[in-house]
């Protein structure tokens, strides 16, 4: 079965930085599109960004183009959400998507896998 275990949540200051981290194990990880989404209190879950299987393609909502970068270390089987210039919108739980397939996608029901998720939160 396939296992998704974030870290790296937790309280900052406005206009700060947090590296969120996922490693992944059970399957291939390669081989899978992976991605970031969010929940604050009472809002949908919400798309954040989502890299494809080999890295070199991602995507960003746009409040968030410019201040938070996708990447992914595969001999690792990890993926990490780098966010800098944090304000309190940012706060929400964070969740880490493992994909269906190689290609990264916005939607919820591309991703099949879904980590524990993690407090981020932004104090002004």
């Known amino acids: 079965q396939v296992q998704l275990v974030e870290s790296g949540g937790g309280l900052v200051q406005a206009g700060g930085s947090l590296r969120l981290s996922c490693a992944a194990s059970?399957?291939?990880?390669?081989?899978?599109?992976m991605g970031w989404f969010r929940q604050a209190p009472g809002k949908e879950r919400a798309f954040v960004a989502s890299i494809s299987s080999g890295g070199g393609t991602t995507y960003y909502v746009d409040s968030v183009k410019g201040r938070f970068t996708i990447s992914r270390e595969n001999a690792k089987n990890t993926v990490y959400l780098q966010m800098n210039s944090l304000t309190t919108e940012d706060t929400a739980v964070y969740y880490c998507?493992?994909?269906?397939?190689?290609?990264?996608?916005?939607?919820?029901?591309?991703?099949?896998?879904w980590g524990q998720g993690t407090q981020v939160t932004v104090s002004s």
């Open positions: 998507a493992g994909g269906r397939g190689p290609t990264p996608s916005r939607y919820y029901y591309s991703y099949g896998y």
């Open positions: 059970g399957r291939t990880f390669s081989g899978y599109a």
